[in-house]
């Protein structure tokens, strides 16, 4: 597999040849965050051990715009409550949710 | 012979036919007179209760009446006698008959809730009907809580409406919501979710949350239960950037539609006392993936400003709090009048026209996004939107050139045009920064360009 010099693999790569000390987290997006990304979701590998704060981290490095939204969302981890310290596996799904306002 | 057979029996069932609605006319004249009766009596406040009118034969408070309008409720085995009689009489309050108030007022009226409030202080629009499917073109011009007060006594007479013709603001949402047992939040902006959730909170209703924008939808259940409320998820508001509105964003008609329905079905669950309220959980609905998507949220939080241990939150707070100015956005739905610019870097829509009409050498410079570009414009307008204009700067230099070059004139004017006149001063500040500065917006862009000039001119 071709990794990218920032960490991020397109998604139809996903599931093979894993490097070594390596999990890969799929980060989904809603809402605002779509616009701001451009994007529904994003692959990224990141160091065995790392924290939801850890991934959050990374994909602002990839989408600056992002950082603006982050203190007004819900983050779910596998479709579960989780919290910036919670340690992600190998295949997590993140799911990064602003609120919507409109009606 | 066989002809005659069917005539006849044609004749039988049409007999059956009108005897059954000769019975059902009786009964409804029979309970309208009981109603009448109820009315006229003194003691008795003008509300029509749809239980008030239940002779006493049978071992509930449900009148003949009721039994055949909600039989298919009643024939659930989990939802059933009990769940129709609590629904009944029940209060639900729905803010906002918009995109999401107006399937969730339909069903909520169709259902059969005891009492069912609307707020809103708005009018009906064309450019509202294709979601707010509530009102009838007959009502363009008129106030949204008549027009869908009228279409729910329309379709159940015997529910209670409540018509609350007014903006909601924290001088009357104490008052307003303390007649009601459940909240449905189907307002349209981030001020009134916090306003709303709050009241909520001060007076412990549960408060049924729908937002739908483009082709997404969220729904949650707050402030039941001991769960979360809007704060404990959103203690800071989003920034003003993020906040958009469907008038600004666009939104699939039907989209706001599913997410109404199901605020109508987890506010009759809650009322009816059946099922698991979606208290903790968001449901995420996602139109172009066709996919719901239910994750679980945290549970309130103890540090929450509003709901938690230690707050002083109370209903002189609530009454005292800014909504507008913690959220930096207004209430009211009147868009945004940006005044970034000198008037001496501005022209009206007029000014505009009689420059065009005189033959002034020019480049009109519309910044607004490209699909909004393809809805309408102006002839002979380029379009830059804003948000690329830092990088295709050189088109409009470009296109100055060459009206130089074909005018014989160094002196070609920049005018930026945009949809309201907000986004068209953020580029004429880029432009004039960049070396540009006799760059002029249009104020009010297109919609001063159909109000000032062309009436004809559409809007959108
Ligand atoms: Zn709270």
Redesign the interface.
Known sequence: MKEQEDGFVSADKHGEDKVEQLVQIKTLFFARARDLTGTNDVLLEIPLGSTTKDCLDKIIGKFPRLEEILGCVVLALNEDYTTDSTIVKDGDELAIIPPISGG | MASTTDESSRILHEIETLKSAKFDLERRISALESQLHNLNQPHNNGVSNASSTSPSTFPHALSPDMIYRYSRHLLLPSFGVQGQLRLSKSSILVV?A????SPALLYLAASGVGRLGIVDHDVVELNNMHRQIIHTEAYIGQSKVESAAATCRSINSTVQIVEHKEALRTSNALEIFSKYDIIVD?????PS?YMISDCCVVMGKPLVS?????L???LTVYNYNGGPCYRC??P????T??????AD?G?LGVV?GIIGCLQALEAIKIASAVGDPLSGR?L?F?AL?ARI???????RSVQCEVCGENSEFKAAQFQEFDYEKFTQTPLSTSPLKLKLLEPNSRISAKEYRDRLRSGEPHVLVDVRPEHHFKIVSLPNSLNVPLASLEGRVEEVVWALKEKEENKQNDDVKVYVVCRRGNDSQRAVKYLQEKGYPSAKDIIGGLEGWAQEVDPTFPSY
């Open positions: 906002g918009g995109g999401l108030g189907a307002t349209d902006n981030a979710r729908g937002a739908a924008l483009g997404e939808g969220q998820l959103f800071t508001p989003p920034p950037t993020a906040c958009q509105r469907c964003s939104v706001p968001m995420l996602d993936a998507r239910i994750v679980k949220i945290r549970g």
